[in-house]
């Protein structure tokens, strides 16, 4: 997609917490016209059994607090059961520490998420555990924000 060479509509710089010190990368957001495409590039993801990562858009402003704690609960303003809540994205699959994603959302638009977070999860989304899909702990964290 030609979307991916122009200026995204919003970024969130991650950074890991004491879980995953090394932790680092950024995801970005441009509003096409099917919706709002996420592209995410992380690195430094920890080894961990399944090397797959919750990855999700969540209702706080800030990554402060212990272990991420002010980021709040899933981005959800339509009140939906997880997996249905606007900000459940598909897992990262880590190869060696990295993770690549693309993905095409109508759930929600670039404005709509500004100044919220970006989680990543120490364990892969079972989309079906509510409210959060069992994901485990929140290792990595960016705000959102307008470019």
């Not at 996420?38 to 993801?45: E, K, Q, T």
């Not at 977070?117 to 409210?131: A, C, G, L, Y």
Request: proline share 6%.
């Amino acid at each position: 997609m030609s979307v991916c060479l122009g200026r995204p509509g919003a970024i969130a710089g991650i950074s890991g917490n004491e879980l995953a010190p090394d932790l680092y990368g950024s995801v970005k957001f441009y509003q096409i016209n099917m919706g709002c495409l996420v592209v995410a590039d992380i690195f430094g993801l920890p080894n961990s059994n399944t090397n797959i990562f919750g990855f999700h858009i969540h209702e706080g402003e800030s990554c402060s607090g212990t272990q991420f704690s002010d980021t709040g609960s899933h981005y959800d303003p339509a009140k939906k059961n997880h997996p249905n809540h606007a900000g459940d994205l598909p897992p990262l699959f880590s190869c060696k520490g990295k993770a690549f994603l693309a993905v095409c959302t109508d759930r929600f638009s670039v404005d709509e998420i500004l100044g919220k977070t970006v989680v990543i999860h120490s364990d892969p989304d079972d989309f079906h555990t509510q409210p959060a899909g069992n994901a485990g702990q929140k290792i990595g964290c960016g705000v959102i924000t307008a470019l």
